[in-house]
């Protein structure tokens, strides 16, 4: 661990998560513009359960979606990292790599930064074989990030947690290969 991080990229620290997060990612969470790809928007319970499974998974794991700094500053500005999954589905389980980060970070590179840095440490620290990345087709910017980050399209599919969602249903899976 590097003082209070677990990991660093040139710009940002990635740690667990504390109970003071709440506010900062609540905040976040419940920013319609943030969430524009999901169903909905995140109450403070929902993300106060987040930020708990979080927790337990890094515990658990060694690994969840990280809080994410801003080492310059300090400033909590979301998550990037990675997640256990095992929704109903042909591809499942997996370890998925995600981001949310608060709107004022936008076009900045953090997401592309980080999720990078995060892929590094799947494969290099962890040693886990493959990542994978899902996103609704809507999502051109997650999706695109995906790209930069060297991830290869597999397909699309219909996701089954949104099913109900016309807007949202189809997703594109991207998946990274460890070279080790």
Same mark, same amino acid.
Not at 5 to 12: A, C, G, H, M, T
Not at 43 to 62: C, D, L, P, R
């Given at each position: 661990?590097?003082? !209070?991080?677990?990991?660093?990229?040139?710009?940002? &620290?990635?740690?667990?998560?504390?109970?003071?997060?709440?506010? @900062?990612?609540?905040?976040?969470?419940?920013?319609?513009?943030?969430?524009?790809f999901?169903? +909905?928007?995140k109450?403070?319970?929902? #993300? +106060?359960?987040?930020?708990? #499974?979080?927790? +337990?998974?890094?515990? @658990?794991? =060694?690994?969840?979606?990280?809080?994410?700094?801003?080492?310059?500053? =300090?400033?909590?500005?979301?998550?990037?990292?990675?997640? +256990?999954q095992?929704?109903?589905?042909?591809?499942?389980?997996?370890?998925?790599? &995600?981001?949310?980060?608060? @709107?004022?970070?936008?076009?900045?590179?953090?997401? #592309?930064?980080?999720?990078?840095?995060?892929?590094?440490?799947?494969?290099?620290?962890?040693?886990? @074989?493959?990542?994978?990345?899902?996103?609704?087709?809507?999502?051109k910017?997650?999706?695109?990030?995906?790209?930069?980050?060297?991830? #290869?399209?597999?397909?699309?599919?219909?996701?089954?947690?949104?099913?109900?969602?016309?807007?949202?249903?189809?997703?594109?899976?991207?998946?990274? !290969?460890?070279?080790?």
């Amino acid at each position: 661990m590097i003082g !209070k991080y677990l990991f660093k990229s040139e710009r940002l &620290g990635f740690r667990n998560w504390l109970d003071t997060d709440l506010h @900062k990612m609540a905040a976040i969470s419940s920013d319609k513009e943030v969430m524009r790809f999901f169903p +909905a928007t995140k109450t403070k319970a929902q #993300t +106060a359960s987040f930020i708990a #499974t979080m927790q +337990a998974e890094y515990e @658990k794991s =060694g690994f969840c979606y990280f809080a994410v700094e801003i080492l310059e500053t =300090g400033e909590m500005i979301g998550f990037i990292g990675l997640s +256990a999954q095992d929704y109903e589905c042909e591809f499942t389980p997996f370890v998925d790599i &995600g981001w949310r980060l608060a @709107k004022h970070t936008w076009n900045k590179g953090y997401a #592309t930064e980080g999720a990078k840095r995060c892929l590094s440490y799947a494969h290099e620290t962890l040693k886990l @074989k493959e990542i994978y990345a899902v996103t609704p087709m809507l999502n051109k910017k997650s999706e695109r990030i995906m790209q930069k980050i060297g991830m #290869t399209k597999v397909g699309t599919f219909e996701h089954p947690l949104l099913l109900n969602d016309e807007r949202l249903k189809m997703c594109v899976l991207y998946c990274k !290969k460890s070279k080790l």
